[in-house]
């Protein structure tokens, strides 16, 4: 009875609480918003809205934003005794301490659990409405079932049961929310870091707190549909890994009772040394008269100044005593031990730990997210401080100016913050030498700590402080001070994009070592001076409503706020440079350049769509010259572009209409007259025009087109500036000049973007087998170039260089093609130093930042390594130079375009000696890139499916094969390992086979590696001939364009009849193998060990659809055993070889002289099998 | 009344909570220096009075003066020489006595540093806690936290003192040496006690004023109350079942037991016979002579109604 009257009691209790309406709101919401963002799935048909995946999910991330309202309740119920002075109470009500807690937190369980009920229940009944009907299957109760009772109820209790507990046993209720934040963090941490990140599933599975990893897998296996109605798979591993985190959370529990003693939730506990001074201080009598001395009080400046600092210090010491700011200790020393792996650039090459690169630690989501709360919670425990501890009467009585008593407050923040960012600042340069790396950029760390991440902060506290003073009421405070981080830093989850109306926000700053903090920092100056007047604002609005007096409601306070606000001048001032400031902004986002919408936008990409998609197959004219003379002004980031196209009709027909498309901005282009064109059509909102030619232009007939273009920004946008032209660094690609005829990439791709505007779904790429889209021919170009850029700088672009000379203190260069090239050029100018090299008779040169010189040698060798390989298997490079250019970006980006190749910076900072494993990376990758001169410069392939097979595949071929010859098999094995890592992400079985894919893993793993099995198979010569003559029949000057059933030709060309099969399950089907060890027996023979192997094979292939289909075995699988194993890692090999599998069961056995303890099936996984699980075995001692 | 003039004064003051509470209703005060008794039942409004007095909360009408200083719209001239002891109070757990002591001899505006220790010293002296000063407050018991509270309180000397129950929670002994801290502060200052206990005012105060639903029953001087009730003030013990029958019979101002038996005091105006015993009237006679409408705001209103 006394329990149902304790959890009846504490239900009715908490659901009297608005935090717990407040978080009920929140977390349906949340469910709201992301069923809406789910509805494009449907549509594509990968789900309906209560699929048990569905379910699964939305129940997972209401439970995992329910742990706002577990903190809040857990922390409320555990501690509210002690706080409300009631302990006493109870303590004499001789109560069982499991009746006490347990009917609390059964109480706390019940109103979770009804919560998180009302998400699905809605769902449940939206199902039902016929409008909206098609977005669902008919409701599976078990689906519902499965969701609530897999993933809701065990996540409530987990999060419930480990907060209250913690919070029981430490006797404190503001640990609550610093507990959850922490679960909140694990949740996080298994799916996007260890499974996301690492790419460590299975470890993330099996440490997933939500369940939602588990959950993410299946989702991203899921591509096209198989787990639309299917239940989510109970297997072992999910319910082992519900009921771990419920032990755990029931071992705390445990704890939390065990520990728990009514003695204690009066929170006093009195050490002998005090009790001993009472009861000496009890037999003294008082008769000390002495009476305090008269001191003479003043209340002026200086006065007021000690009350100033007085408080900020003792509400900073309060600060540093209530141990929250460990939770950034912690965080930074995580960040130590990670930085390492964090730094890790693609296959997990060391990177080396810039200055930057350690700053960018300290901006990654988590850790501001993690800083944001650490504020929060500081922020709300400054203002409720002298509420909490009762000392607010008394402190409110003293002669203090409300705003010392207010801005005190905020100054201590203040304090906290920048101590915060000193010990950021600290920590950096620690983290720094930690990764063995002295080269410290003290200024950039100051000028990022203390300028642009401390604004940032600046403008969070201010808002967060106002909020807490405003709102008045801690939780709900907290609450809405979170709701305004999501709000700034997702401002379009709200429909919010100009950013004069997202609090704080700003075009993003960004840094490089070429361009510094160009070309974004004035606008995010003006933008943030905006800012931080509002800021002033809220500081005057939190001063003006501080609660000072005791007041009933909201509306008295605002309107003794309002009655207490007297215009000043300051406040004239301010509002004054408010509107001068937001009106400058405006002035640049609005006026000067063309603000809009994201709906705005996208309509202009309908409307362009549906007014000129009439025009995709009209004939046009093939480009076959460009000249630009391009006039560089770093100084002021501007760009003017005289260019000449020569145009070809290569058509049969006579062509009477030019259309151009323009990417950039339509008014800065101007054509030259000329008399054989006019003007039709110059829409300027779309970027589209037509020209009438007249004559028409006739079969072989050409003619010379000329434009003036002008690169520059009118001020800055709502998103910053254009980075193509800066100080330093300028990287233009020729996108941005105009383009002859209808532009696909301008529109619209998104499904839904696209049904929203009544617009057919976006035609997919021509079928591999559609003979007619090969012949959409553009020939090769000549380009010539002649670029102005300024004194000191280089300016480059694709050809070999004519001439070199300067004009009135501005630097010249011209450029011209030897060969034709693709069209595919970029225009870059910055002060570089060349590093130069010559193989056989062409010349190399890498155009480089300064400092950026750790890998150059690697660089140089691979290009030199790769011209002379790719030479003699792929015909002549057929220019005199080739050039490797550094561009701007941290970010890794190379591109593999003609004669000038460019790289980014980042590509600088690897560091492959720190590479414990050993290879080469810039080198495989200059391999790559240099290989794409023929593969995708001299043959490019037909846009039809399939293509990156014959670029991107055959790029990562060749430099596997340079590799192998230039540093022998083992290398390469090494970093073939490397990239198969990409396999263990989860992926769909569902797909085309490799000669129809478009997908980034297809074109850069599965093509490369495909092509590596068969070599294996073939040997390296047969391989290389293929290619050499793919090369022969469709290279340069060759007439139609290649497909990857070309490539697929000459590899079965190549490849013995026992084979065939072979090369087309790699190719032409989507097929999957296999292989597992069932058993294995070691028995010792006159002095030999026999091994013999139970094995099971299996093949089968998928379609699209992801069907499945049985397919007959005729493998020849390798099979290895090894000598000298660790206990987690194969020794060496001492057997290998080939044997051919034609059943699902096989017995094999082996026979060596030296005794194996590993053996393996496919140990260099030539065939595509998913589940590795029993491909290999360590037989232990 | 007080021929002293007051220091502060008190107009047609009248506060109404949300809920509907009337917790002040137009009350008027004139309080002269010395202790000053403001004695009521629980619920009163004997706190919502001290706490607008204490600058803490707003009152919905009425003004006060403090030597010639409105109080109201200048807050913080009577927060300058205002020491405040409320009812209930918290401190910071972590901190020392002397540290949080000498925090707010910083914030109530002792500048030097000298002065400062000197402050700190004497008060932490004066209210016994100099050798504990080094303790964190946590530990404190409720005198010893009472006793610092009053050591906030006294900063600055005052010239107004607003203690709200401070012997609630006190056991005698410690009580007695409350009291007497108090009574030496009451004589350089207005000091306002509020309690709902007697024995305090009588103790200690040189004016009072009874207060009851908001509303002021009486201001009065203890002993010239006293002595104005004398020969006016009955007693008897009676046996509990009649009690109800003197009820009718008799104007009861209280009841209460001694030694296991009823003893009824009742006020009359001429000797009443049936074996009641003339008193000499205390304090308490006053105040619940006043609770009942004997005397005071009521006195005139109940006599009228009599048929």
């Not at chain 1, 029931?250 to 009066?266: E, G, M, T």
């Not at chain 1, 769509?609 to 100084?635: H, M, S």
């Not at chain 1, 987690?1128 to 002289?1153: C, M, S, T």
């Not at chain 2, 619920?43 to 200083?69: C, N, W, Y």
Request: charged share 20%.
């Amino acid at each position: 009875m006394k329990f149902w009257e304790i959890f009846r009691f504490e239900f009715n209790y908490q659901l009297s609480r608005p935090v717990v309406w407040a978080c009920f709101l929140l977390i349906l919401s949340l469910q709201f918003l992301i069923v809406i963002t789910l509805t494009d799935n449907v549509t594509d048909g990968k789900y309906f809205l209560n699929s048990p995946v569905v379910l699964g999910l939305l129940v997972g991330i209401g439970s995992l934003f329910g742990l706002l309202l577990a903190a809040s309740s857990s922390g409320n119920a555990a501690v509210r005794d002690i706080q409300n002075n009631i302990d006493p109470l109870f303590k004499t009500l001789a109560i069982k301490k499991r009746t006490y807690l347990g009917g609390r937190f059964i109480a706390l369980l019940a109103i979770h659990s009804i919560i998180l009920l009302g998400g699905i229940i809605v769902l449940a009944i939206a199902s039902q409405i016929p409008i909206i009907a098609h977005y669902f299957a008919s409701n599976n109760l078990l689906g519902y079932l499965q969701a609530y009772f897999i993933f809701g109820l065990p996540n409530i209790f987990i999060f419930t049961g480990i907060i209250f507990s913690v919070c029981v046993i430490f006797r404190k209720g503001a640990i609550a929310f610093l507990v959850a934040v922490l679960l909140f963090f694990i949740a996080q941490f298994t799916m996007e870091i260890i499974a996301g990140e690492f790419g460590d599933w299975d470890t993330g599975k099996r440490y997933d707190l939500t369940g939602m990893t588990i959950l993410r897998e299946l989702s991203m296996k899921n591509a096209s549909g198989e787990m639309k109605n299917d239940l989510i798979p109970m297997t072992s591993e999910l319910i082992l890994n519900r009921f771990s985190w419920m032990g755990l959370s029931a071992l705390l529990l445990f704890v939390a009772y065990s520990r728990f003693n009514f003695k204690y939730i009066s929170g006093r506990k009195k050490s002998k040394k005090q009790k001993f001074i009472n009861t000496t201080e009890r037999t003294k009598f008082w008769h000390t008269v002495v009476s305090a001395p008269v001191v003479v009080r003043k209340f002026d400046k200086k006065t007021t100044q000690a009350q100033f600092f007085e408080l900020i210090k003792s509400s900073y010491m309060a600060m540093l005593r209530n141990m929250a700011w460990l939770i950034l200790v912690l965080m930074v020393i995580v960040l130590g031990i990670w930085s390492s792996e964090i730094f890790e650039g693609q296959l997990g090459v060391p990177m080396i730990a810039s200055s930057f690169k350690v700053i960018e630690l300290f901006s990654l989501p988590p850790v501001k997210i993690i800083l944001a709360v650490v504020l929060t919670f500081y922020s709300g425990e400054v203002i409720w401080k002298d509420r909490d501890a009762g000392i607010s009467n008394i402190l409110n009585a003293t002669p203090i100016k409300n705003w010392v008593l207010a801005f005190s407050k905020f100054g201590s923040l203040f304090l906290l913050m920048v101590s915060i960012q000193l010990f950021f600042l600290i920590s950096a340069i620690g983290i720094q030498l930690l990764n063995e790396n002295t080269n410290i950029d003290l200024i950039l760390m100051f000028q990022v700590f203390f300028g642009f991440q401390f604004i940032d902060l600046l403008l969070f506290i201010v808002l967060a402080f106002a909020i807490h003073v405003l709102i008045n009421h801690k939780f709900l405070g907290h609450i809405l001070v979170i709701t305004a981080f999501i709000l700034m830093n997702f401002p379009y989850l709200f429909g919010l994009y100009h950013k004069l109306l997202i609090f704080g926000a700003a075009p993003e700053w960004t840094y490089t070592q070429m361009s510094g903090f160009a070309p974004n920092l004035t606008s995010w100056l003006w933008f943030k001076f905006y800012w931080l007047l509002w800021g002033i604002v809220l500081l005057g609005i939190a001063k003006l409503s501080w609660v000072r007096v005791d007041v009933e409601s909201f509306k008295s306070r605002v309107y003794s706020s309002l009655k207490a606000f007297k215009p000043s001048l300051l406040s004239i001032i301010l509002a004054t440079l408010l509107c001068t400031v937001g009106g400058f902004i405006f002035y640049n986002t609005n006026v000067l350049n063309n603000y809009r919408t994201e709906d705005e936008k996208l309509a202009l990409k309908a409307a362009y769509e549906k007014k000129y998609a009439a025009f995709r197959n009209t004939n046009q004219p093939d480009l076959r010259r460009i000249f630009i003379e391009a006039e560089i002004f770093p100084e002021t980031e501007e760009m003017e572009i005289t260019g000449k196209y020569l145009l070809f009709n290569n058509s049969s027909e006579a062509i009477d209409s030019l259309h151009i498309s323009v990417t950039g901005d339509n008014d800065e282009l101007t054509f030259l007259s000329n008399d054989r064109l006019s003007e039709l059509v110059n829409d300027r909102d779309l970027g589209y025009r037509i020209y009438r030619f007249q004559p028409a232009l006739k079969p072989d007939d050409s003619i010379e087109i000329e434009f003036v273009q002008q690169f520059r920004n009118n001020g800055f946008s709502n998103t910053g500036k254009n980075s193509a032209i800066v100080k330093n660094g300028t990287y233009f690609g020729f996108q941005n000049l105009p383009w002859i005829g209808y532009h696909p990439s301008k529109e619209l791709t998104d499904s839904i973007d696209r049904a929203n505007f009544n617009l057919n779904p976006q035609p997919v790429l021509n079928s591999v087998f559609d003979e007619k889209a090969r012949l959409h021919f553009k020939n090769k170009i000549d380009f010539e170039a002649i670029l102005g850029t300024s004194n000191g700088q280089t300016a480059i672009t694709a050809g070999e260089l004519q001439r070199e000379w300067k004009d009135k203190g501005r630097n010249y260069f011209h450029y011209k093609t030897e060969a034709p090239i693709t069209h595919n050029f970029e225009i870059l100018s910055a002060e570089y130093k060349i590093l130069k090299g010559k193989s056989k008779d062409v010349e190399i040169e890498i155009y480089h930042h300064p400092s950026h010189t750790a890998n150059l040698d690697r660089y140089m060798e691979g290009i030199k390594e790769a011209l002379r390989y790719f030479s003699k298997h792929y015909g002549q490079y057929p220019h005199d130079v080739i050039r490797m250019v550094e561009f701007p970006s941290n970010g890794i980006m190379l591109n593999g375009n003609p004669v000038t190749m460019s790289y980014s910076e980042g590509f600088s900072n690897f560091w492959p000696e720190a590479d414990p494993r050993k290879f080469d990376f810039p080198f495989a990758i200059m391999g790559h890139e240099v290989a794409h001169q023929w593969w995708g410069d001299q043959l490019s392939p037909a846009p039809v499916e399939g293509g990156g097979l014959l670029t991107e595949s055959l790029a990562w071929f060749s430099s596997w094969m340079l590799i192998e010859e230039f540093y022998g098999k083992e290398h390469l094995e090494n970093l073939l390992e490397i990239m198969r890592q990409e396999y263990l992400t989860p992926r769909p079985l569902a797909g085309v086979p490799l000669i129809r894919s478009v997908d980034h893993f297809s074109v850069f793993r599965r093509g490369p590696f495909a092509l590596y099995t068969l070599k294996e198979f073939l040997g390296r010569e047969k391989m290389m001939a293929a290619l050499n003559n793919l090369i022969i029949k469709f290279g340069p000057e060759k007439a139609a364009l290649p497909t990857s059933l070309d490539l697929y030709a000459e590899l079965q060309t190549v490849t013995p009849d026992s084979l065939q099969g072979l090369v087309q399950d790699l190719f032409y089907e989507n097929v999957f193998w296999e292989f597992d060890i069932n058993d294995v027996k070691i028995d010792e023979k006159a002095k030999n060990w026999m091994v013999s192997l139970d094995i099971e094979s299996h093949k089968f292939s998928a379609d699209e659809k992801g069907k499945i289909k049985k397919l007959p075995l005729n493998e020849y699988v390798e099979i290895a055993l090894y000598a000298n194993s660790s206990e987690y890692e194969f020794g060496e090999q001492i057997y290998l070889k080939r044997y051919h599998l034609d059943a699902e069961n096989q017995k094999i056995e082996i026979v060596v002289p030296v005794k194996p303890d590993g053996v393996a099936i496919d140990p260099r996984r030539l065939f595509s099998d998913r589940d590795l699980k029993l491909n290999s075995f360590l037989l232990g001692k | 009344m007080t021929s002293v003039k007051p220091i502060l004064k008190i107009d047609n003051m009248s506060k109404t909570y949300p809920n509907g509470v009337r917790a002040l209703d137009n009350i008027s005060l004139n309080i002269p220096a010395g202790m000053y008794g403001l004695l009521g039942p629980n619920g009163a409004g004997k706190s919502t009075l001290m706490r607008i007095l204490a600058t803490i909360q707003e009152p919905d009408s009425g003004t006060i003066s403090f030597q010639d200083v409105d109080v109201l719209k200048e807050k913080n001239e009577l927060r300058k020489t205002l020491g405040y002891l409320p009812q209930a109070f918290g401190i910071y757990k972590k901190v020392s006595a002397e540290k949080l002591l000498h925090h707010f001899v910083i914030l109530k505006g002792i500048e030097s540093k000298s002065e400062r220790r000197e402050t700190v010293e004497a008060l932490l002296k004066q209210t016994n806690l100099w050798d504990v000063r080094k303790q964190k407050l946590g530990g404190f018991s409720g005198g010893m936290k009472q006793r610092f509270g009053v050591a906030v309180a006294l900063i600055g000397t005052p010239k107004l003192m607003i203690v709200d129950e401070p012997t609630a929670g006190l056991d005698p002994a410690e009580r007695v040496r409350f009291l007497n801290l108090l009574s030496e502060l009451g004589e350089n200052s207005a000091v306002i006690l509020s309690t709902h206990i007697v024995e305090d005012v009588s103790e200690l105060c040189t004016n009072m004023a009874i207060i009851n639903k908001g509303e002021i029953l009486m201001e009065a001087v203890p002993l010239k109350a006293m002595e104005n009730l004398r020969g006016l003030i009955w007693r008897r013990t009676v046996d509990k079942t009649h009690l109800s029958d003197y009820e009718l019979k008799y104007e009861i101002i209280s009841t209460k037991l001694l030694a296991g038996q009823t003893v009824i005091h009742i006020y009359s105006e001429e000797n009443p016979g049936d074996d009641f015993k003339p008193v000499e009237p205390d304090l308490e006679d006053v105040y619940f002579s006043a609770m009942n409408g004997v005397i005071g705001k009521y006195a005139n209103v109940r006599k009228e109604v009599k048929p």
